[in-house]
């Protein structure tokens, strides 16, 4: 662990990614228990004020504190991008394990079926599922837990198949131990690294997935605040108070920027071969 921290600070883009997503969080855990002004309070009279050392990021078209609405809008963020990356990698990381311990046709079945999601835009199979199912954030959360499964279990299945190879699984093996116990003992931890940073990485792509979904009307509704509605809302009022778009538009782009970061930068620290690489 030491040496891991110590390789971190010397890491600038973990250290911005870290930064960020401390900022991200910091900011959802604070508005749960205050925010500036209650998030759904209508002020007409104050509507699409700039921002002021009352209203520091403005207010919006119904005169709601724009900067309140930002912070529970983390928490929106969060919830819908964490659980549907839990859900997408239990069940993406529970198929993958399985077909690189039990290969045949479980494997080639499983390979098959990624290659038919994959020909599908991510984006556009969540929109199918929120407009069969309805617009809620809870199917927000089905439909991206869906597109998050196949990613999951081919980054399992390919970095399962490297620890089957290795000398220590056949001795396992030649022991008499079963599949299920060597792919829990042996596989999924030496491979817990790679899912850690595959997750870091998807949790962006589900707080983009989130943010563009509830911009169609499809995710998170009213009265939750969400980035995206907001984005949708501000269009109107583009010209008038460009202020509007600027501020939702800007949380979504740190919190991916600060994830991606985040992301790269432990696939630099917890692979020994990018890190013999770089130092090459």
Known sequence: MSAFLARARRH????????????????????????????DELAMRFKLRPSSPEHWL???HLGRDVLSRIMVGAQTSITVGLIAVVLGMTVGVTLGAWAAARGGWVDEALSRTSDLIFAFPAVLIAI????????????????????????????TRGASLAMWSRDFVRAATAMGRGPIGITLRHVLPNIMSVLIVQATIQFAVAILAEAGLSYLGLGAQPPVPSWGRMLRDAQTYIFQAPELALWPGLAVALAVLGLNMLGDGLRDLLDPRLRLMRVG
């Open 12 to 39: 600038v883009g973990f250290q911005i990614g870290a930064v960020l997503l401390l900022l991200f969080v910091g900011t959802a855990l604070v508005s749960v228990f205050w925010t500036p002004y209650p998030v």
């Open 58 to 60: 403005g207010t919006d």
């Open 128 to 155: 199918l599922i929120t407009s069969v199912l309805g617009a809620s954030a809870r199917n927000a959360i089905l439909a991206i837990a869906i597109f998050n499964i196949p990613v999951f279990a081919r980054v």
